[in-house]
């Protein structure tokens, strides 16, 4: 009977400690999320035209990101309904993102920054289209979410006119983000081609090289993506796909 007893105590411990042990695993091994940030601005200056997020700047990105199994949560200067451009459904990839409903839905109720768990993400991605230039370079809350991820050893990524809410960035020490690193956007050519530099309330690229970034770009139109000691930038929304890549490689190194 005694042998029973403490064979039936041997294995409780043993069941108990394993679960102990699994709990723990879980607890280690968990993927932090990947904010998304998205602009709250529907015009574009007075030209009477609307703008927003353009559309494949989000879906390329976050087919990579969904496809390694991460998830992914989208915020906006304002919250709530974000609008839409670059409304593409002859893209495919487009096309699955607008009809995977948890995800639309999402783009539908994004967060305000003041409801985001910083220590929930080691990425944020932040998405371009026009309306950037108007709510993303002065926004501080957004700015603080940033500065603490990245100096939490995170990941801080924008594609083409997304780098809008890098210039402003300040980490602890004083110094902006970018300054003294290779930085890319959305290019001055690129916005003239357009016929857009008067619109703009400012050049993307001059003011990224007054705040002491590296600047790096392509030709009109051509892929371009940086990456800088945890800064990852696009320079239009070609390079979309490119930007999710290396945000998945470098978020592969901070397991």
């Given at each position: 009977m005694k042998r029973i007893i403490l064979a039936l105590l041997l294995v409780t411990c043993t069941t108990i400690a394993q679960?102990?042990?699994?709990n723990n695993y879980n607890k280690y091994t968990m993927k932090k999320k990947v904010l998304f940030v998205l602009t709250s601005h529907n015009e574009l200056g007075d030209t009477g035209k609307s703008t927003g997020f353009?559309?494949?700047e989000v879906s390329h990105p976050w087919k990579v990101l969904v496809e390694a199994g991460l998830e992914i949560d989208f915020v906006s200067p304002k919250g709530g309904?974000?609008?839409v451009d670059g409304f593409d459904l002859e893209?495919?990839?487009?096309?699955?993102f607008w009809e995977d409903e948890v995800y639309k839905l999402?783009?539908?109720n994004t967060l305000k920054p003041s409801e985001v768990k910083v220590e929930d993400y080691n990425v944020i991605y932040y998405a371009g289209g026009h309306g950037t230039m108007w709510d993303f370079a002065d926004n501080i809350e957004l700015q603080t979410i940033?500065?603490?991820?990245?100096?939490?050893?995170?990941i801080v990524a924008a594609i083409c006119h997304g780098p809008a809410a890098l210039v402003n960035i300040k980490l602890n020490d004083g110094k902006?983000?970018?300054d003294g690193k290779k930085i890319n956007s959305f290019t001055d050519a690129e916005e003239k081609a357009l016929g857009l530099e008067k619109v703009v309330p400012f050049l993307l690229e001059t003011i990224l090289k007054e705040r002491g970034a590296k600047f790096e770009n392509s030709d009109l139109w051509q892929i371009h993506v940086t990456n800088d000691q945890r800064v990852i930038t696009g320079q239009n929304p070609m390079s979309a796909k490119r930007v999710g890549e290396a945000i998945l490689q470098e978020q592969i190194k901070l397991k």
């Open positions: 679960h102990r042990v699994h353009h559309l494949g309904k974000a609008p893209d495919p990839i487009n096309k699955e999402k783009t539908k940033a500065r603490k991820i990245y100096e939490n050893k995170g902006y983000l970018v």
